[in-house]
């Protein structure tokens, strides 16, 4: 139910791949008979059925393509494909183009604000696509009396009703709807699961140590994603002090003060895009796969290079690694099934090749037939790309390899992995 078909800033197309059009599976749009004549006279299909109420009529899309009737709940809609797109993409109905974001008439005159927050683009909204939105919600709002249109929202859209979609201060809660809200909040560890495996992070760290020629008693900065190899090697060893920093911008949780050597790691959250070091210097720092690619922008992975370059001393090195483009696009690009402690995800790929990001949504069902949906939204880069944003950041030289083993980068690694020099 993207604004545009194009995969541009006002659609939702990456994410609805992934997500398989959920939203056209279930319930219907609202229209007044302009705009169910204009679809029919363009399209030649008459799905609609007219909806009568003592306050006046809309339509719905009530029909099958056979001309019998539809289950609005459990039925897809007659315009969706078997392949999951909108068959009139280009003229679909106002209130498919403001979704998630709808306008609900007031009998005061003024217009409430909702949102779907099970639509799993919410959290990546773009500033474009909300004042598309906007306009599209106004504009199918605006044609119906309060009552008709909620005579609509009782019977056919009942999410607008239920207390978690009304935006109550509109404009600040939309825009504070920023992908980590979606992604980093509550679930996050649960949704990135799995026990620290002390072999593996021992002979990572030790390959690390080797490919960053690391020296004993250096000081060390690891920015962990959803582990953290180095810091929990060093726990149990003297070679280096370590500060470790799981990502997570959420200012209530931006209290860190790292973790030395000797203690088991707690979770400790930072936003890397303001490291909390005034003068504290590190020999190596150490990037983990979601430290960059999943900020807003490339510019905001910047500033996490430029903060890295900032707390980096004059000898010290800088190693990243990210999952290697070439690798996901080949092997990860399909639908998977993951057993995690006893639950079972469903996991599905999609790559924006427009805007060069990684969108994955993993799905978990409850028993009781409830699910809920996680996403998220990384940027992939190649090594020419990452080359230059480093560049740009401030780093003098770096070499790409595909494993921290220091093996040749080819299609077949999983990873890339740079080492860069301040
Ligand atoms: S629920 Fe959201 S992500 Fe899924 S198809 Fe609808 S608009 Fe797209
Ligand atoms: S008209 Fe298109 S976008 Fe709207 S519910 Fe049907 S298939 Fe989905």
Same mark, same amino acid.
């Not at 709807?177 to 509550?186: E, G, I, N, P, V």
């Given at each position: 139910?993207?604004?545009?078909?194009?995969?541009?800033?006002?659609?939702?197309?990456?994410?609805?791949?992934?997500?398989?059009?959920?939203?056209?599976?279930?319930?219907?749009?609202?229209?007044?008979?302009?705009?169910?004549?204009?679809?029919?006279?363009?399209?030649?299909?008459?799905?609609?059925?007219?909806?009568?109420?003592?306050?006046?009529?809309?339509?719905?899309?009530?029909?099958?393509?056979?001309?019998?009737?539809?289950?609005?709940?459990?039925?897809?809609?007659?315009?969706?494909?078997?392949?999951?797109?909108?068959?009139?993409?280009?003229?679909?109905?106002?209130?498919?183009?403001?979704?998630?974001?709808? !306008?609900?008439?007031?009998?005061?005159?003024?217009?409430?604000?909702?949102?779907?927050?099970?639509?799993? !683009?919410?959290?990546?909204?773009?500033?474009?696509?909300?004042?598309?939105?906007?306009?599209?919600?106004?504009?199918?709002?605006?044609?119906?009396?309060?009552?008709?249109?909620?005579?609509?929202?009782?019977?056919?859209?009942?999410?607008?009703?239920?207390?978690?979609?009304?935006?109550?201060?509109?404009?600040?809660?939309?825009?504070?709807?920023?992908?980590?809200?979606?992604?980093?909040?509550?679930?996050?560890?649960?949704?990135?699961?799995?026990?620290?495996?002390?072999?593996?992070?021992?002979?990572?760290?030790?390959?690390?140590?080797?490919?960053?020629?690391?020296?004993?008693?250096?000081?060390?900065?690891?920015?962990?994603?959803?582990?953290?190899?180095?810091?929990?090697?060093?726990?149990?060893?003297?070679?280096?002090?370590?500060?470790?920093?799981?990502?997570?911008?959420?200012?209530?949780? *931006?209290?860190?003060?790292?973790?030395?050597?000797?203690?088991?790691?707690?979770?400790?959250?930072?936003?890397?895009?303001?490291?909390?070091?005034?003068?504290?210097?590190?020999?190596?720092?150490?990037?983990?796969?979601?430290?960059?690619?999943?900020?807003?922008?490339?510019?905001?992975?910047?500033?996490?290079?430029?903060?890295?370059?900032?707390?980096?001393?004059?000898?010290?090195?800088?190693?990243?690694?990210?999952? *290697?483009?070439?690798?996901?696009?080949?092997?990860?690009?399909?639908?998977?099934?993951?057993?995690?402690?006893?639950?079972?995800?469903?996991?599905?790929?999609?790559?924006?090749?427009?805007?060069?990001?990684?969108?994955?949504?993993?799905?978990?069902?409850?028993?009781?037939?409830?699910?809920?949906?996680?996403?998220?939204?990384?940027?992939?880069?190649?090594?020419?790309?990452?080359?230059?944003?480093?560049?740009?950041?401030?780093?003098?030289?770096? !070499?790409?390899?595909?494993?921290?083993?220091?093996?040749?980068?080819?299609?077949?690694?999983?990873?890339?992995?740079?080492? !860069?020099?301040?």
């Amino acid at each position: 139910m993207s604004t545009d078909k194009s995969t541009n800033q006002v659609s939702l197309l990456p994410h609805c791949v992934p997500c398989k059009s959920q939203c056209c599976r279930y319930s219907s749009p609202i229209l007044d008979k302009t705009e169910r004549d204009y679809i029919v006279d363009t399209t030649g299909n008459d799905y609609f059925v007219v909806v009568e109420t003592p306050e006046g009529s809309y339509f719905v899309i009530g029909r099958k393509p056979d001309g019998s009737l539809r289950d609005l709940e459990t039925e897809p809609c007659s315009f969706l494909t078997p392949a999951g797109a909108c068959s009139i993409q280009h003229i679909k109905p106002l209130d498919c183009r403001a979704y998630p974001l709808r !306008a609900v008439p007031q009998v005061n005159g003024t217009l409430s604000w909702h949102i779907h927050r099970a639509c799993p !683009a919410v959290g990546f909204l773009s500033e474009k696509f909300l004042e598309a939105a906007d306009h599209y919600a106004r504009l199918s709002a605006s044609r119906f009396p309060p009552h008709l249109y909620e005579n609509w929202l009782k019977r056919f859209s009942s999410w607008t009703l239920e207390k978690d979609a009304v935006l109550r201060e509109r404009e600040e809660e939309i825009s504070d709807l920023r992908w980590w809200h979606a992604f980093f909040a509550d679930g996050f560890e649960s949704f990135f699961p799995g026990q620290q495996d002390e072999q593996e992070s021992l002979q990572i760290a030790t390959a690390l140590g080797a490919l960053a020629e690391l020296r004993n008693n250096s000081n060390v900065l690891e920015l962990a994603g959803r582990r953290a190899w180095l810091s929990h090697a060093s726990a149990r060893s003297d070679t280096c002090t370590v500060t470790a920093y799981f990502g997570n911008p959420s200012p209530a949780e *931006n209290d860190a003060h790292g973790y030395k050597k000797g203690g088991r790691p707690p979770s400790i959250c930072a936003d890397y895009r303001l490291l909390p070091f005034d003068g504290e210097m590190f020999e190596l720092v150490l990037g983990h796969e979601l430290c960059i690619g999943l900020w807003r922008d490339e510019q905001e992975d910047r500033r996490v290079l430029q903060e890295v370059k900032r707390v980096l001393r004059d000898t010290g090195t800088f190693v990243l690694s990210l999952p *290697n483009l070439e690798y996901c696009v080949r092997e990860e690009l399909c639908d998977k099934t993951l057993i995690v402690s006893g639950k079972t995800w469903g996991i599905s790929n999609y790559f924006d090749p427009e805007s060069r990001r990684w969108i994955q949504h993993r799905t978990r069902k409850d028993q009781d037939g409830n699910s809920v949906t996680k996403a998220s939204n990384c940027r992939l880069y190649t090594w020419p790309e990452l080359s230059s944003l480093l560049r740009a950041a401030g780093f003098k030289t770096a !070499a790409v390899y595909g494993g921290l083993d220091g093996s040749k980068l080819s299609i077949r690694s999983q990873k890339m992995v740079v080492l !860069a020099r301040a």
